[in-house]
């Protein structure tokens, strides 16, 4: 684990703990065995850590789903899977969530916001081709549904925020739960009332894959590591980006290598997508 990656992570740990305000810069290097010095090699601030520590685990979540879904053997599996996931990263990140929602919602800076629309927007269009394919019958019905089902997640996350000590979930259960009910909606539903016009779910996921994006990743993935195999792996896939004849199959081979490393999801995910592109 690279230095920087285990400041981000102990601080995480840090402030789910003992909450952000109380958490000092010294309790963080001394938690992590390292000098003040070596914490502003890494994160100017504090300030600079805590965006650092939500664009890290936005980026983590983004791609734990996609990864999920696309795991699932069928629609309804990978609708299962949705959830599954959803709920279960809530429930293991729950105490530092509510900590950041609590204190620190005025350190979103307008590129991180910026950030999180777009990653909310590739959130959007996986549903939305899951429900097609779950549901083609009920096309008509798609834009309804992805926002009962984000209905749904936001409903029962704040129920687990509130409740998760007095009443511990089953997530199997909630999730098979979900599917059902998503399942007699998109059946049963007679009168569609959200159209394509009134959603935008396709406009902004191509602001997510661009070479500039996927090239400033890769500055950001390179502080992260510290394997000489993973650094020299990223330089190859930037190099062969850049290419005037980039070769799938030397990219491929890098993107193996740093599959290997969850830190590297975002920056293989974004990279994948601009080669099927």
């Known amino acids: 684990m690279s230095k920087k990656q285990l400041i981000l992570e102990t601080a995480a740990q840090l402030f789910a703990t003992k909450g952000i305000d109380a958490t000092s810069v010294q309790q963080i290097t001394d938690a992590c065995g ?15 850590l805590i965006i650092s520590i939500i664009d890290y685990f936005v980026k ?7 990864q999920s879904v696309n ?22 990140h729950i105490t530092l969530a509510s900590v950041f929602f609590k204190e620190h919602t005025q350190f979103l800076s307008e590129e991180l916001i910026q950030k999180m629309a777009l990653y909310d927007t590739m959130m959007n269009k ?6 097609l394919e779950l549901y083609p019958q009920s096309a008509q019905h798609i834009y309804d549904l992805a926002i009962i089902i984000k209905g749904f997640i ?12 007095a009443y511990p979930y089953d997530l199997q259960a909630l999730s098979k739960s979900l599917v059902e009910k998503t399942t007699i909606i998109a059946t049963h539903a007679k ?3 959200i159209t394509k016009e009134m959603i935008t779910l396709h406009s902004t996921e191509e602001a997510l894959i661009t070479l500039e994006n996927i090239l400033q990743e890769a500055n950001i993935l390179h502080s ?3 394997d000489g195999l993973l650094q020299d792996s990223v330089t190859i896939i930037t190099e062969q980006l850049q290419s005037s004849q980039p070769r799938a199959a030397i990219m491929h081979g890098m993107l193996a290598n ?15 997508k601009h080669i099927e592109n």
């Open 126 to 131: 996986l549903i939305e081709n899951l429900l």
């Open 34 to 48: 390292i000098s003040k010095g070596a914490f502003y090699l890494s994160f100017k601030s504090k300030d600079e």
């Open 191 to 193: 009168t569609p009332f």
């Open 60 to 66: 983590d979540v983004a791609t734990r789903i996609d």
């Open 224 to 226: 992260y590591l510290d």
């Open 258 to 272: 740093l599959q290997t490393n969850p830190v590297c999801n975002w920056f293989c995910y974004l990279v994948k």
């Open 154 to 165: 936001s409903g029962y996350s704040e129920h687990m925020f509130q409740k998760a000590n």
């Open 71 to 92: 795991e699932g053997k069928s629609p309804e599996q990978k609708l299962y899977n949705y959830y599954y996931q959803i709920f279960s990263i809530i429930q293991e």
